[in-house]
């Protein structure tokens, strides 16, 4: 307690304003300059950064090309070895971070220190895979006679395409995987979370990382990310963000009469929890609240409808309400904060708007009441409604809302058809004391990551792969021992080893 009270004083104390540019060895101009102001409070500066300009973005596509042979040619051991430093600097220096994530995206104080060390996880996590599948040759059988072995090498130059929701942990993931997999990295991160990901890209170059290896191109997606996915020198992209904009990207990547990319899409849900009348009420409601509202339910884990079996469900939307009473909203630097801001005005407009759809088509359980400096930062109330079905959500909504839907025992199926007909397949969480029906809940509904009698977000890297399936992402899932195989080429290699063909001083080719 007297670490995060530290912690707290050391993100209220902290250095701003912090600035960014593009990091691009050799890049001369820049473009226009953006100021980024505190969600909580829009009148409190945060800092500013430079976006790239075409040239820039010009610049850094050839230093990475240029740039990749020679890291790809790196022991996989080395690589590792530089993320493993790099975890050791973040947790060095978390206090920085942990004010950023707050001041620039709005995350608690316990959000943000579970972002660093989700950060760190990814770096460790993929250094030690790569030590597993990328240090030596896989040998393959094959007849007498002959020697097969099957390489993994990184795939050229990535495009990482980053999110504000998680704007370290998911900016590390991303780019560490591409890198120790040994590919060159030009990162894009969310606009809104830029200033984090500079100081996240300058850490991972002390730690090891070549300047040409790893660039940073702070912009918008139209101009920079457009400009990056149209490349004919770009061989994959990893992109975590919404359906839209992966379907914009595979669609700028088809297009190239180029090399076809690899895409890993990391997008959105419709994310459903099944509730019994054997679920415990209150943790049920605990735990909907936590996988709702947390991060403002910025989240793409975030539960948001609850099906709740109607034995039970009077009893837990009353306990729903009053404990909805109970949430504090206000200064994520504040320790007695539950729910901080959301992330910009745009942001709010679009819940504004679902609110205004939801006045004729739903019935308000709850929205929390904002207290008066609310008004001074980019604030959404949270709220739970009751709908008649799902038929009413057309869209993920991206923010602290809860819908609750009522069903019938005779029901289940209707509502895994339902949840399935949406088309996204990220999580599920499932309320229930009865096996069987846990069971049959889990194998029909289309969901990466279900949880049973638990919250639905959070997962644990290396514990709990994240990903999700259909309009979710393409997999493979991140924090997962698969992840970094997307990123890579396989070549295999067979060598006569006969006398007559034989040269035994390449079988250690690789070694
Ligand atoms: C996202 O919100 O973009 O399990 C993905 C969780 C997080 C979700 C990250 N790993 O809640």
């Known amino acids: 307690d007297n670490e995060l009270k530290a912690l707290a004083d050391a993100v209220n104390a902290a250095r701003a304003p912090w600035s960014a540019a593009p990091l691009v060895p050799g890049a001369s101009s820049g473009g226009p300059t953006v100021q980024v102001a505190d969600p909580a409070k829009r009148s409190r500066t945060v800092g500013s950064w430079q976006a790239a300009d075409a040239a820039t973005v010009e610049r850094a596509l050839a230093n990475a090309v240029a740039?990749?042979?020679?890291?790809?040619?790196?022991?996989?051991?080395?690589?590792?070895a530089i993320l493993e430093h790099a975890a050791d600097l973040l947790e060095q220096r978390r206090g920085e971070f942990i004010a950023l994530a707050v001041r620039e995206a709005?995350?608690?104080?316990?959000?943000?220190?579970?972002?660093?060390?989700e950060a760190a996880d990814f770096c460790r996590y993929y250094a030690a895979m790569a030590r597993k599948l990328f240090a030596h040759p896989e040998q393959l059988p094959g007849p007498t006679g002959e020697s097969n072995q099957l390489f993994l090498n990184g795939r050229g130059v990535f495009v990482c395409i980053s999110p504000w929701n998680f704007p370290l942990a998911i900016f590390m993931?991303?780019?560490?995987?591409?890198?120790?997999?040994?590919?060159?990295?030009?990162?894009?991160?969310?606009?809104?979370?830029?200033?984090?990901?500079?100081?996240?890209?300058?850490?991972?170059?002390?730690?090891?990382?070549?300047e040409a290896v790893l660039?940073?191109?702070?912009?918008?997606?139209?101009?920079?990310?457009?400009?990056?996915?149209r490349d004919p020198r770009v061989a994959g992209v990893a992109f975590t963000g919404s359906t839209e904009t992966a379907w914009a990207i595979n669609r700028a990547l088809a297009a190239r009469n180029a090399p076809i990319a690899a895409l890993i899409a990391e997008t959105g849900g419709q994310n459903a929890l099944i509730a019994d009348s054997s679920a415990l009420p209150e943790q049920l409601v605990k735990d909907a609240i936590a996988s709702a509202f947390d991060s403002a339910g910025q989240r793409c884990s975030a539960a948001r409808v609850l099906f709740v079996q109607d034995d039970i469900a009077d009893k837990v939307i009353a306990m729903l309400a009053g404990a909805m009473d109970e949430l504090k909203v206000g200064d994520p630097g504040l320790l007695s904060t539950d729910i901080g801001p959301v992330i910009d005005a745009d942001a709010c407009s679009v819940l504004a708007a679902h609110a205004e759809r939801m006045r004729g088509e739903a019935k308000l359980i709850k929205e929390v009441a904002l207290p008066a400096e609310c008004a001074e930062g980019t604030f959404f109330a949270p709220r739970a409604y009751e709908i008649p079905s799902l038929d009413v959500l057309k869209r993920e909504v991206f923010g602290p809302v809860l819908h609750v839907i009522r069903w019938k025992a005779s029901e289940l199926d209707r509502v895994i058809d339902a949840i399935n007909a949406t088309g996204y397949g990220l999580t599920l969480g499932i309320h229930s004391r009865i096996d069987a029906t846990v069971e049959h809940i889990q194998k029909r509904v289309r969901a990466g990551n279900c949880y049973v009698n638990r919250n639905q977000i959070g997962a644990v890297v290396g514990v709990q792969p994240f990903g999700g399936e259909g309009l979710s992402g393409t997999g493979p899932k991140a924090g997962g021992p698969h992840y970094l195989l997307r990123f890579a080429t396989e070549r295999t290699l067979t060598i006569n080893t006969t006398a007559a063909g034989g040269n035994a001083s390449l079988l250690t080719l690789g070694e």
């Open 215 to 229: 660039q940073l191109l702070p912009g918008d997606g139209a101009t920079v990310g457009a400009a990056l996915t």
């Open 173 to 210: 993931g991303q780019v560490t995987a591409a890198l120790v997999a040994g590919n060159s990295v030009i990162a894009k991160p969310a606009e809104q979370t830029t200033l984090i990901a500079y100081q996240a890209t300058k850490l991972l170059r002390e730690a090891g990382v070549p």
């Open 67 to 80: 740039a990749q042979p020679q890291w790809d040619r790196l022991p996989a051991a080395s690589r590792a």
């Open 106 to 117: 709005g995350k608690t104080i316990p959000a943000a220190i579970a972002e660093v060390r």
